[in-house]
């Protein structure tokens, strides 16, 4: 079912119509001690005129009335302002403002089989109010409920933190995570009339019984990675020493010489603590 134009009109100046059927009431009741069905007719013109006054209404800015006749779909109303529609027809207001919401946290378990929680907050807007209204029971329980299976589907298509930088993952793809959370709940929200704007996540985290561990994981591969870093440096600066020596001739050292060497300046650029420097007073071999 598709959103349709509904019958109404401009209500200001229909209320100068309704005013005149009043005054001929009136008239026609004053009229009736010499003619009885004046008076009759008075009185029919005053239940018409007050029947006429049911089929006002407002609506306010971004705002639908959708429009019942007897049970059958007559049409939305989306003029601002006063306008009158056929007395039979029963209204309900459909706001078309945006809106948006924050769900609960979720405890699902991502692509990995971790629990984790996470949380997102979803922007839509009504676009065809006939779809819904007359399309599911409470649309706006029903955006609330939507939401959250596809994030939960969502959440399972995706590890927390990938091991690898080029596989997408819930911590460090988020715009990619978005939008594909965003298509998620627009599928299901489509047949509703409703419109998602925008999908973010808004919290995200392990699970209470995992997050100690997860937190020494994380914590063991950053000293990891700075540690390769480190030795890498190191290595780098070891060997443009040994280069510098030998080309510019400022000692010659045999292998045995260069292995201490080596060790050494290791010792030295990749230690946490700072280093005591030892004299040798001795000979170079003893």
Avoid at 116 to 125: G, S, Y
Wanted: aromatic share 6%; hydrophobic share 45%.
């Amino acid at each position: 079912m598709n959103e349709q134009t509904g019958f109404s009109i401009a209500g200001i100046p229909f209320v100068f119509v309704c005013l005149v059927l009043a005054l001929l009431g009136l008239a026609l009741e004053a009229a009736g001690g010499q003619a009885p069905i004046c008076a009759v007719g008075g009185v029919l013109v005053h239940v018409l005129t007050l029947w006429s006054l049911k089929g006002f209404f407002q609506v306010a800015p971004n705002e639908g009335l959708v429009m019942q006749l007897f049970g059958k779909y007559a049409g939305t109303v989306r003029h601002e302002g006063l306008r009158w529609t056929n007395p039979f027809y029963s209204r309900r207001r459909v706001s078309l403002r945006v809106r948006n919401f924050e769900s609960g946290k979720l405890k699902v378990n991502d692509n990995d089989g971790n629990p984790i929680e996470i949380a997102a907050i979803v922007v839509w807007q009504v676009m065809d109010t006939a779809e819904a209204v007359f399309c599911v029971d409470d649309y706006e329980n029903f955006v609330h409920i939507q939401s959250e299976s596809a994030l939960r589907q969502m959440a399972q298509s995706y590890p927390y933190d990938a091991q690898d930088n080029h596989k997408p993952s819930l911590r460090s793809h988020g715009e990619e995570i978005n939008n594909h959370l965003r298509d998620e709940i627009q599928a299901r929200l489509g047949k509703a009339g409703v419109q998602v704007m925008e999908a973010r996540i808004s919290h995200l985290a392990y699970a209470q019984e995992i997050a100690q561990a997860m937190l020494q994981r994380q914590q063991a591969g950053a000293i990891v990675a700075a540690r390769e870093r480190i030795v890498q440096g190191a290595v780098g600066i070891v060997g443009m020493a040994l280069e510098k020596l030998r080309t510019q001739g400022v000692v010659d050292l045999d292998e045995e010489r260069k292995a201490a060497m080596v060790s050494n300046l290791l010792v030295v650029l990749c230690g946490e603590r700072g280093t005591q420097p030892v004299v040798n007073a001795g000979s170079l071999y003893h």
